[in-house]
């Protein structure tokens, strides 16, 4: 189930292992979706403000925890790649320890501080209490998150795409049944909508790990390899800190444009959250893409193939690029009637700014792959600290729009800060990628 990507057509291979991961980012998404639809639907639009409300701080700390998991799996991948099976395990072995205090950490830490995020985010009367009782229960759920994401991405470092997806979609499954269950027939409002979250995720990580455990030999370890090793940890956190910086620097703009929205009132944070599922499910192919970049760049590094991260990247930059132009195209003929899903018919204004919000995105849907495909390119090749800057530049971006534009104005600035963003981001990525395909030419891989 393993699959090695340092021989054969780049193309295919990308191809091959998105596809996978575009499927279980979609169910992903979908039952995220079907979280704001139930939301919307049953509790009302102040609720699904409410959750909406809470995505930026979610984005800054489960982010990060993700951006861990991922920068864990690269030296695991370019041990695989390098078929040195002994440190493999090692890292393996060491990443138990760091999953686990990691996720302890976070757990406490963000459950005592998040009231008080809220009303630094200027977070709507009318919607603040909704929004504390949402986002404790989903930091509450930390642990559970970490444990089917670092089992995933140890698997994806393997290049196995496809066993994560199954239980992905056990996850969307679990958590739908969950939504109606606990909002619909047992009506505990959005708290019911997180606990179906963590929920769905708990399980889904367990029974990821059963299965490992059970077919996976590659990944079994012994007490030798569980053993604490400076140098291992250092590799790891000298990977996955960078990485789960670069989520939470990138959210930090999204905080500062967040608290600027929800000064405009709960409409406008209705329609930004409506918008912004539907952008996060088109957008899925583009982080799957992304993460097959990650593995392919780090077990060709790790196999010492650098002759074959240009016709990656080239592959990666047209599929990514015809799927972002079939979206745009959907998004223009479909965006309004999909909006619908969220709220009733009659919210005219809410339908109009989410499509606003949207369409203008999905004209920039191409540098956001590139964003994708060059940063996580850069990552798994080992050079993970260079791509914090992509961050900050989309921090930059969002927090100028966020201070400066959106009280200028409004609604219609808000809908370009992601686009901007984005390109800011390349501006910088372009060249930096560049820069190190020249370097490790000349003077080898680190």
């Known amino acids: ?25 979609i169910f992903q998404q979908f039952y995220s979706t079907v ?54 395990r090692r890292y393996i072995g060491n990443t138990v320890w760091l999953s686990i205090g990691a996720s302890v950490l976070f757990t406490l830490v963000t459950v ?38 670092i089992m995933a991405s140890l698997l ?26 606990l909002i619909v027939v047992i009506p505990m409002g959005v708290a019911g909508a997180a606990i179906a979250t963590i929920t769905s995720q708990l399980v889904s990580g367990i029974a990821c790990f059963i299965f490992v455990v059970k077919k996976f030999h ?19 956190l000298g990977m996955g800190i960078p990485m789960g910086l670069q989520s939470s620097i990138t959210a930090l703009g999204a905080i500062v444009l967040q608290a600027s929205v929800n000064t405009l009132g709960s409409i406008a944070v209705a329609a930004v959250t409506a918008a912004s599922r539907l952008s996060g499910f088109f957008s899925t192919a583009f982080d799957a893409i992304g993460i097959a970049m990650s593995t392919y760049g780090g077990q060709n590094i790790g196999a010492r193939k650098v ?18 132009v079939i979206s745009l195209v959907v998004i223009i003929f ?3 009637p999909m909006t619908t899903l969220f709220v009733e018919a009659s919210e005219t204004e809410i339908i109009a700014k989410s499509y606003e919000y949207l369409v203008i995105s999905a004209f920039f849907f191409i540098p956001l792959a590139a964003v994708n495909i060059f940063r996580l390119l850069i990552q798994g090749i080992g050079y993970s600290k260079m791509a914090i800057c992509a961050g900050i530049c989309e921090m930059v971006a969002r927090g100028f ?33 560049c820069y190190i395909r020249r370097y490790i030419s000349q003077w080898g891989v680190r």
């Open 307 to 324: 002759e074959r991260l240009n016709p990656g990247l080239r592959a990666g930059m047209i599929i990514g690029s015809v799927y972002a």
């Open 112 to 149: 005592v501080f998040c009231r008080g995020i809220l009303l630094i985010m200027s977070t709507p009367e009318d919607i603040i209490e909704e929004a504390y009782i949402y986002i404790v229960i989903i930091f509450a759920g930390i642990p559970a998150t970490f444990l089917y994401n």
């Open 401 to 433: 729009i966020g201070v400066f534009l959106v009280p200028a104005f409004g609604f219609t600035a808000a809908c370009y800060s992601s686009p901007i963003a984005w390109v800011l981001a390349d501006m910088f990525l372009v060249p930096a990628y």
């Open 218 to 236: 590659i990944l079994h370890i012994t007490k030798q390899d569980l053993k604490i090793r400076p140098d291992i940890i250092r590799d790891l």
């Open 334 to 336: 479909f965006g309004k």
């Open 35 to 88: 979280d704001a639809i139930i939301v919307g639907r049953f509790l009302g639009k102040e609720s699904l403000a409410a959750v909406g409300s809470t995505g930026s701080i979610c984005f800054l700390i489960i982010g990060f925890c993700l951006g861990l998991c991922s920068g864990f799996a690269i030296p695991v991948a370019q041990s695989f790649g390098a078929k040195n099976f002994e440190d493999m």
């Open 156 to 181: 994806r470092a393997l290049g196995d795409s496809r066993t994560p997806v199954i239980f992905l979609v056990l996850a969307s499954v679990i958590n739908i049944a969950l939504d109606l269950f």
């Open 1 to 25: 189930m393993t699959k090695d990507m340092t021989v054969g057509s780049p193309f295919k291979l990308l191809l091959k292992f998105s596809i996978p991961l575009i499927f279980g980012n």
